[in-house]
Structure formats: structure tokens, C-alpha cells
T-cell receptor
Framework: GAVVSQHPSWVICKSGTSVKIECRSL??????MFWYRQFPKQSLMLMAT?????????EQGVEKDKFLINHASLTLSTLTVTSAHPEDSSFYIC???????????FGPGTRLTVL | LAKTTQPISMDSYEGQEVNITCSHN???????ITWYQQFPSQGPRFIIQ???TKVTNEVASLFIPADRKSSTLSLPRVSLSDTAVYYC?????????FGPGTRLSVLP
């Protein structure tokens, strides 16, 4: 149980284009989903927290207009990187929990490379 | 916001027991302690979670002293496949801050 999937697992895009990453909870309803970014050899950095049906809460320093998060259902959240630039290249990981204080279950991650 | 401190790296040999300690001096009453394992280019995997005393599952044990200001993840008889980064996370409402983790290298 508690499986979280992400799609795509790897994406390459040109600078200036937008990329959408999906995060799905496959066998449970995720009231809360989290988006993280991880650079090589570094720890995970929380970008934003989203509750189903509400606007996402972004961490300090994360541009909400650049990283659009939608959590329209209890099993799906999407992260759209708008006008991507090479510095946005990173490993993006989502996690999901049944409540804000419950255990997080992580997706396999999406590697984004912006050329 | 509970900040965690762990050793940056540890080495061990196959078959040994490995104990990784995490300090979380500012842990709040409602916080749980969760440990995750991460392999390169993969998302973290849940290992174990506890609130106090001792928790054991088929993978690991978690020891938490009475003051809850630290916790120790115990991996019995590690194998080469346990080489990974291990993160201690104090789940505090919506504030989840990952520390740098402990890079465990298991040697043959």
C-alpha cells in the first residue's frame, strides 16, 4: 500500500518552455501533497505544500508564478515549471499523505533537464 | 520548526549492525520522528516512524529516549544494498525540513 507515482520520470526541454509533472497517490486519498526539489549531492528542499481544493503554500524563496501547483483531486497533484531555464534543472520529488501530520509517502522523482 | 542533526557519513561492513543517531532538540509535543532511505535518483522510502520508546518493524528499529531530543535508527546486519542516504525527519504539521542526511556506505 501507500504507493505514489510520478510522470514523467525524466524530461528534457528547451529553455523557455513549460513542463508539467504529475504526482498520483495510487491506493490512498492524499489530502496533502508536497513538492520537493533536490540538486545533486544535496538534501531535499521543500518547495510547496498543497491541500486538495486549496491554493498551495509556497516556501520562502520559491516563486509561485514560476512553479504552478494544482491539487484538484485527492489523488492527483501537478507541478508546472513555467518558462523553464537551465538553472531549473533538478530532481523533483512529490510526496503524499492522508493528512498534514501523517506519514509522507514519496514518489520516484522526476529528473528535469533544461537545455 | 525542529531542526535535525545527523552524522554526514558512516561506513560499515556487511553483516554488522548500524546505528545512526539524529538530534532534534526542539522537537514539539505533537511531533513524530520518521526515518527515510534514499537511493540515488529515487524518491525517499519510508523506513520507520515513532513517537517515544522503541519501535521495531521487519526492516529496522527506532529508539527514542524519554526526552525525545534524539533518536537512533538501528539497522541489523546490513548488506551492500543498504548503502544509501538516511534522513531523519521530525514531522511537524506542515513544516518538513530535511537535514543533509547520513550517507551510509556498506563495504564487503
Amino acid at each position: 500500500g501507500a504507493v505514489v507515482s510520478q510522470h514523467p520520470s525524466w524530461v528534457i526541454c528547451k529553455s523557455g518552455t513549460s513542463v508539467k509533472i504529475e504526482c498520483r497517490s495510487l491506493d490512498f486519498q492524499a489530502t496533502t501533497m508536497f513538492w520537493y526539489r533536490q540538486f545533486p549531492k544535496q538534501s531535499l528542499m521543500l518547495m510547496a505544500t498543497s491541500n486538495e481544493g486549496s491554493k498551495a503554500t509556497y516556501e520562502q524563496g520559491v516563486e509561485k508564478d514560476k512553479f504552478l501547483i494544482n491539487h484538484a483531486s485527492l489523488t492527483l497533484s501537478t507541478l508546472t515549471v513555467t518558462s523553464a531555464h537551465p538553472e531549473d534543472s533538478s530532481f523533483y520529488i512529490c510526496s503524499a499523505s492522508e493528512g498534514t501530520a501523517d506519514t509522507q509517502y514519496f514518489g520516484p522523482g522526476t529528473r528535469l533537464t533544461v537545455l | 520548526l525542529a531542526k535535525t542533526t545527523q552524522p554526514i557519513s558512516m561506513d560499515s561492513y556487511e553483516g554488522q549492525e548500524v546505528n545512526i543517531t539524529c538530534s532534534h532538540n526542539n522537537i514539539a509535543t505533537n511531533d513524530y520522528i520518521t526515518w527515510y532511505q534514499q537511493f540515488p535518483s529515487q524518491g525517499p522510502r519510508f523506513i520507520i516512524q515513532g513517537y517515544k520508546t522503541k519501535v521495531t518493524n521487519e526492516v529496522a528499529s527506532l529508539f527514542i529516549p524519554a526526552d525525545r531530543k534524539s533518536s537512533t535508527l538501528s539497522l541489523p546486519r546490513v548488506s551492500l544494498s543498504d548503502t544509501a542516504v538516511y534522513y531523519c525527519l521530525v514531522e511537524s504539521g506542515q513544516n518538513f525540513v530535511f537535514g543533509p542526511g547520513t550517507r551510509l556506505s556498506v563495504l564487503p
